[in-house]
């Protein structure tokens, strides 16, 4: 029997568990290696672009969304105390290009062409925009190179080219009309900006300052860079959407951001007195053969507001980079043509004149106040009764202090003297003496009180701390073991130094009654609808002599004028007081001559301080100038002082009080007998002289109502015709006073004698007032101005 053959049966096989989680993990490690190689640099650049150049591509995108245009802010004007204008803005206009959008226009305008070509249409009817033609026509208009110009429209990546900075409307004008001409409306742009304008050129130049357009059109010196945030206002925004194309979507998709205009200052300068300051200043700077310049300061010295500052040199501040000065010229001219120079040596030279012309030397720069500081000490000695207008003080000529021989100006000496004539003379022995009386230890506390050591807090740029630098002795050593010497040379004005500013605020304080008063320039601060934002009070600091002590030196100092070392600042009608001062510098044959100046003597509107820096000797040790001047502040100071401050009080409408020999009127005597016009004339002050011999008067010179000096001989005809015919005025500079007025007579006219009135020998006429040679009418007064030009020795004196 065959075997049973068994039945087969499948057995289901299991699922290999491992080998499936095996092959999963694999998958997913494979596909998070391909998940994080792809998504993490794509992670890294989105990270890159959302938050690293974030700010970047936001930019991009506004640019390519938005177009936006800045709107200068007009800076605020400055203007003098009686409103006119020192320093104010005007449009103007930046010329810019968009290269981007040039490109934009150039393609729009190929694309017109290939469409009228097609319809058989005629291309577009103006020149074809390309980067030459865009160049060479901004190029004519604008007096650019156009290369330049190319250069810039090759930045096709750029939307703000400025081809040229503040241009003037006949050149914007210009421009316009070749974008319009053209179909450039997209791709240039006329901007409206401001420009600074000084109307009165140099006129207070240090103090107002100019604005850099090199440096982001912020102020430069003076009150443009110390009131810079007051002035430049705040810049408003013209932000204008694009469409697709780059088109601007003007008015509905524009939105405007007001630019605030800057606040106005109101200065305490004057205008007028500050043009009668420079050119006084210049006028003497030329006439001594000045060579280091000068400065001018008036003050009130009741409130210590600045009417007047004046520097030399001084500068365009419409073109502040060009050297104007003659001296200053003359020197860079040396350089450029010196075969040796280089022209790094040159531009180092232009840089540090016009540093020179810029910087303000009267705030900036420290200087030995010589005898001008000695009104200082006599008010602090009268303050503490170490000296009386009755004590008299001896002057060999000579002072020892220590082992130290001292010389006074006057080498023989002034002999026997009240405090008074000392002071008129300038003595220097006598300030030594005087400086003893008070000690070391007061004259400190003076120094101090007077603020001449430090800062006087003025609201200008760069003030100088002559505390620093050795340029005041400290009190520990004034008063130590060196102090007799230095006392004796601090009593007239020698071996330390002050800024002018600090010098002409000390001796307000000395006329004005004792207070010495803060110096400041800006009055108010206004918004541009004129409300006032700030107000600046006069500032007293303190009380530094009474009012007793104030009025006893302007009485002294009257007289330092009236015959003194000041008499060369005298003017007829007005009553001044003054300080003469010849500083040394450590230098050879270099002195600043100086003159403090006040009026009217018994009640001061006005004090100047006028300095003349290093007039030129005419050889190596001279104390005379190459035209006869002998260096001296009371020979060259004082007289340009004088005539500067009756310029001053005349603008003022100061009154002139006149003495005995001040002008008259002379009466009408025409038909009167001889008695009674020689009575009329005696009461006029004058006398009289007949001519003819009858018995009434048929005519006279002067006519009536001309103006003659007092005490002047009147001609009257008797029976006699008034000879018509008229006179030559004949030359009277050089000669002394009698032959001058002498001179004059015998021409038929009268002198009129200003200036120095102690007709010595030395004091000669400097200037008449109606020109040798010319034709007048007989009977005319000619004004002489005397001047006493005597040596009164070098250096330490007045």
Same mark, same amino acid.
Request: glycine share 10%; proline share 4%.
């Given at each position: 029997?065959?075997?049973?053959?068994?039945?087969?049966?499948?057995?289901?096989?299991?699922?290999?568990?491992?080998?499936?989680?095996?092959? *999963?993990?694999?998958?997913?490690?494979?596909?998070?290696?391909?998940?994080?190689?792809?998504?993490?640099?794509?992670?890294?650049?989105?990270?890159?672009?959302?938050?690293?150049?974030?700010?970047?591509?936001?930019?991009?995108?506004?640019? +390519?969304?938005?177009?936006?245009?800045?709107?200068?802010?007009?800076?605020?004007?400055?203007?003098?105390?009686?409103?006119?204008?020192?320093?104010?803005?005007?449009?103007?206009?930046?010329?810019?290009?968009?290269?981007?959008?040039?490109?934009?226009?150039?393609?729009?305008?190929?694309?017109?062409?290939?469409?009228?070509?097609?319809?058989?249409?005629?291309?577009?009817?103006?020149?074809?925009?390309?980067?030459?033609?865009?160049?060479?026509?901004?190029?004519?208009?604008?007096?650019?190179?156009?290369?330049?110009?190319?250069?810039?429209?090759?930045? &096709?990546?750029?939307?703000?080219?400025?081809?040229k900075w503040r241009v003037e409307e006949e050149e914007s004008d210009a421009v316009r009309e070749f974008i319009t001409q053209n179909h450039l409306s997209g791709g240039i742009f006329v901007m409206p900006t401001t420009k600074r304008y000084y109307p009165k050129g140099s006129l207070a130049a240090q103090v107002i300052g100019w604005v850099n357009y090199n440096s982001d059109g912020k102020g430069a010196y003076g009150m443009e860079a110390v009131y810079e945030e007051q002035l430049a206002g705040q810049t408003g925004r013209v932000v204008t959407a694009k469409n697709g194309k780059g088109t601007e979507m003007l008015y509905r998709f524009e939105e405007y951001y007001d630019a605030t205009n800057g606040n106005d200052l109101k200065l305490t300068i004057d205008a007028t007195i500050q043009s009668y300051c420079?050119?006084?200043?210049?006028?003497?700077?030329?006439?001594?053969?000045?060579?280091?310049?000068?400065?001018?300061?008036?003050?009130?010295?009741?409130?210590?507001?600045?009417?007047?500052?004046?520097?030399?040199?001084?500068?365009?501040?419409?073109?502040?980079?060009?050297?104007?000065?003659?001296?200053?010229?003359?020197?860079?001219?040396?350089?450029?043509?010196?075969? #040796?120079?280089?022209?790094?040596?040159?531009?180092?030279?232009?840089? $540090?004149?016009?540093?020179?012309?810029?910087?303000?030397?009267?705030?900036?720069?420290?200087?030995?106040?010589?005898?001008?500081?000695?009104?200082?000490?006599?008010?602090?000695?009268?303050?503490? #009764?170490?000296?009386?207008?009755?004590?008299?003080? %001896?002057?060999?000529?000579?002072?020892?202090?220590?082992?130290?021989?001292?010389?006074?100006?006057?080498?023989?000496?002034?002999?026997?003297?009240?405090?008074?004539?000392?002071?008129?003379?300038?003595?220097?022995?006598?300030?030594?003496?005087?400086? +003893?009386?008070?000690?070391?230890? !007061?004259?400190?506390?003076?120094?101090?009180?007077?603020?001449?050591?430090?800062?006087?807090?003025?609201?200008? $740029?760069?003030?100088?701390?002559?505390? !620093?630098?050795?340029?005041?002795?400290?009190?520990?050593?004034?008063?130590?073991?060196?102090?007799?010497?230095? *006392?004796?040379?601090?009593?007239?004005?020698?071996?330390? !130094?002050?800024?002018?500013?600090?010098?002409?605020?000390?001796? @307000?304080?000395?006329?004005?009654?004792?207070?010495?008063?803060?110096?400041?320039?800006?009055?108010?601060?206004t918004d541009s609808d004129g409300n006032i934002i700030s107000h600046t009070d006069p500032t007293e600091v303190r009380q530094v002599v009474s009012a007793q002590t104030s009025e006893r030196c302007r009485t002294i100092l009257e007289k330092v004028v009236d015959g003194g070392t000041g008499k060369n600042a005298r003017v007829e009608g007005y009553r001044i007081g003054g300080k003469t001062g010849s500083s040394e510098t450590g230098e050879d044959d270099h002195t600043i001559v100086s003159f403090l100046g006040f009026a009217p003597a018994d009640d001061p $509107?006005?004090?100047?301080?006028?300095?003349?820096?290093?007039?030129?000797?005419? @050889?190596?040790?001279?104390?005379?100038?190459?035209?006869?001047?002998?260096?001296? #502040?009371?020979?060259?100071?004082?007289?340009?002082?004088?005539?500067?401050?009756?310029?001053?009080?005349? %603008?003022?409408?100061?009154?002139?009080?006149?003495?005995?020999?001040?002008?008259?009127?002379?009466?009408?005597?025409?038909?009167?007998?001889?008695?009674?016009?020689?009575?009329?004339?005696?009461?006029?002050?004058?006398?009289?002289?007949?001519?003819?011999?009858?018995?009434?008067?048929?005519?006279?010179?002067?006519?009536?109502?001309?103006?003659?000096?007092?005490?002047?001989?009147?001609?009257?005809?008797?029976?006699?015709?008034?000879?018509?015919?008229?006179?030559?005025?004949?030359?009277?500079?050089?000669?002394?006073?009698?032959?001058?007025?002498?001179?004059?007579?015998?021409?038929?006219?009268?002198? !009129?004698?200003?200036?120095?009135?102690?007709?010595?020998?030395?004091?000669?006429?400097?200037?008449?007032?109606?020109?040798?040679?010319?034709?007048?009418?007989?009977?005319?007064? &000619?004004?002489?101005?005397?001047?006493?030009?005597?040596?009164?020795?070098?250096?330490?004196?007045?």
């Amino acid at each position: 029997m065959a075997p049973r053959r068994r039945k087969s049966r499948m057995v289901p096989q299991q699922p290999d568990r491992r080998a499936n989680r095996t092959i *999963l993990l694999r998958t997913l490690f494979l596909m998070l290696v391909c998940g994080v190689c792809a998504f993490v640099p794509l992670f890294v650049k989105l990270y890159q672009i959302q938050i690293v150049e974030h700010e970047k591509y936001e930019q991009l995108a506004i640019d +390519q969304q938005t177009r936006d245009s800045t709107v200068s802010a007009s800076r605020g004007t400055i203007y003098d105390s009686k409103g006119t204008p020192l320093a104010m803005s005007y449009t103007v206009y930046n010329i810019q290009l968009s290269p981007r959008d040039i490109v934009k226009l150039q393609d729009a305008y190929q694309e017109a062409v290939e469409t009228a070509r097609e319809k058989g249409k005629e291309a577009p009817d103006y020149p074809e925009p390309t980067n030459q033609f865009i160049a060479e026509g901004l190029s004519e208009i604008l007096d650019l190179d156009v290369a330049d110009i190319i250069k810039r429209l090759e930045k &096709v990546n750029s939307a703000y080219e400025i081809v040229k900075w503040r241009v003037e409307e006949e050149e914007s004008d210009a421009v316009r009309e070749f974008i319009t001409q053209n179909h450039l409306s997209g791709g240039i742009f006329v901007m409206p900006t401001t420009k600074r304008y000084y109307p009165k050129g140099s006129l207070a130049a240090q103090v107002i300052g100019w604005v850099n357009y090199n440096s982001d059109g912020k102020g430069a010196y003076g009150m443009e860079a110390v009131y810079e945030e007051q002035l430049a206002g705040q810049t408003g925004r013209v932000v204008t959407a694009k469409n697709g194309k780059g088109t601007e979507m003007l008015y509905r998709f524009e939105e405007y951001y007001d630019a605030t205009n800057g606040n106005d200052l109101k200065l305490t300068i004057d205008a007028t007195i500050q043009s009668y300051c420079e050119r006084i200043l210049a006028k003497g700077v030329e006439t001594f053969e000045v060579r280091d310049g000068g400065f001018a300061i008036a003050m009130d010295p009741n409130t210590g507001a600045i009417l007047a500052w004046a520097n030399s040199p001084t500068y365009d501040l419409n073109s502040p980079w060009t050297v104007t000065d003659p001296v200053l010229a003359e020197y860079l001219e040396k350089v450029e043509n010196d075969p #040796g120079s280089s022209d790094q040596a040159y531009l180092e030279a232009l840089g $540090q004149v016009q540093n020179q012309q810029w910087r303000n030397k009267a705030i900036v720069d420290t200087y030995e106040p010589g005898s001008t500081f000695k009104a200082m000490v006599l008010a602090a000695a009268l303050e503490e #009764g170490v000296v009386t207008e009755s004590d008299h003080f %001896y002057c060999s000529g000579v002072a020892t202090v220590a082992d130290r021989k001292i010389r006074c100006s006057k080498r023989e000496g002034h002999g026997d003297q009240d405090l008074a004539t000392a002071v008129g003379n300038s003595c220097n022995p006598a300030f030594i003496a005087i400086g +003893q009386r008070l000690g070391a230890e !007061k004259f400190y506390d003076y120094l101090e009180n007077f603020g001449m050591i430090g800062k006087t807090g003025i609201d200008m $740029q760069g003030e100088a701390d002559n505390s !620093k630098g050795g340029l005041v002795w400290d009190r520990d050593f004034f008063t130590g073991v060196y102090g007799e010497t230095s *006392l004796a040379t601090a009593s007239f004005g020698q071996r330390f !130094k002050v800024t002018p500013i600090q010098l002409i605020t000390a001796a @307000s304080a000395v006329v004005n009654g004792g207070h010495l008063m803060q110096p400041y320039v800006v009055s108010d601060v206004t918004d541009s609808d004129g409300n006032i934002i700030s107000h600046t009070d006069p500032t007293e600091v303190r009380q530094v002599v009474s009012a007793q002590t104030s009025e006893r030196c302007r009485t002294i100092l009257e007289k330092v004028v009236d015959g003194g070392t000041g008499k060369n600042a005298r003017v007829e009608g007005y009553r001044i007081g003054g300080k003469t001062g010849s500083s040394e510098t450590g230098e050879d044959d270099h002195t600043i001559v100086s003159f403090l100046g006040f009026a009217p003597a018994d009640d001061p $509107q006005v004090i100047i301080l006028l300095a003349y820096d290093n007039p030129k000797p005419v @050889s190596a040790g001279s104390n005379y100038t190459a035209g006869g001047w002998y260096i001296s #502040g009371g020979n060259m100071a004082a007289i340009m002082a004088g005539e500067l401050l009756e310029d001053i009080l005349d %603008y003022l409408g100061v009154e002139k009080t006149y003495s005995a020999q001040a002008d008259t009127l002379v009466p009408n005597l025409t038909g009167l007998n001889l008695a009674d016009a020689t009575s009329r004339l005696k009461n006029a002050n004058l006398t009289v002289r007949t001519v003819g011999g009858g018995d009434t008067v048929t005519g006279q010179i002067p006519a009536s109502g001309a103006s003659i000096p007092g005490g002047s001989q009147v001609v009257v005809y008797l029976g006699e015709s008034v000879p018509t015919d008229p006179v030559e005025v004949p030359n009277v500079t050089g000669k002394t006073a009698e032959a001058a007025r002498q001179a004059l007579e015998n021409a038929g006219l009268y002198m !009129k004698a200003t200036g120095a009135t102690d007709y010595g020998s030395s004091t000669v006429a400097l200037s008449q007032s109606i020109e040798a040679g010319t034709l007048v009418d007989r009977g005319t007064a &000619v004004e002489v101005q005397f001047i006493d030009n005597s040596g009164g020795g070098a250096g330490w004196g007045f």
